[in-house]
C-alpha cells in the first residue's frame, strides 16, 4: 500500500526549531524528487522545498524559508526530513509531503508558531 505518513509538529515558540518526518512506504523515495508543501490557514498550498533525485542531493527552497529550512533524506529508512530553524509565525501551517506521482496524501502534521 502506497503511504506518505508526516510526523514531528508542534506547538513552538518563534525562532524556535523544528524536525519534520515524512516516512514512506509502497515506493522508494529516492526514485522521485520529493517536495515539502504547506498549507496556511485560510490559504491554499505552498511550495516550501524540493529534494532532487540526482547523486549530488539538490535542493531548493522558497526564499521565504532559505537560510532557515534544510531538506534532507534518509534512504535506508525511505523517509524525507524538513529541519525548520529560526520559525517565524508565517510558518504556521499544515506541512506535507509529496512526491512528483500521484499518491495519496498524507495526513500532514500541524506546526504553529507562536509569536
Known amino acids: 500500500e502506497v503511504q506518505l505518513v508526516e510526523s514531528g509538529g508542534g506547538l513552538v515558540q518563534a525562532g524556535g526549531s523544528l524536525r519534520l518526518s515524512c516516512a514512506a512506504s509502497?515506493?522508494?523515495?529516492?526514485?522521485?524528487?520529493m517536495s515539502w508543501v504547506r498549507q496556511a490557514p485560510g490559504k491554499g498550498l505552498e511550495w516550501v522545498s524540493a529534494?532532487?533525485?540526482?547523486?549530488?542531493?539538490?535542493?531548493h527552497y522558497v526564499d521565504s524559508v532559505k537560510g532557515r529550512f534544510t531538506v534532507s533524506r534518509d534512504n535506508s529508512k525511505n523517509t524525507l526530513y524538513l529541519q525548520m530553524n529560526g520559525l517565524k509565525s508565517e510558518d504556521t501551517a499544515v506541512y506535507y509531503c509529496?512526491?512528483?506521482?500521484?499518491?495519496?496524501w498524507g495526513q500532514g502534521t500541524q506546526v504553529t508558531v507562536s509569536s
Open positions: 509502497g515506493f522508494t523515495l529516492s526514485s522521485y524528487p
Open positions: 509529496r512526491p512528483e506521482i500521484e499518491v495519496p
Open positions: 529534494y532532487h533525485t540526482d547523486g549530488g542531493g539538490r535542493t
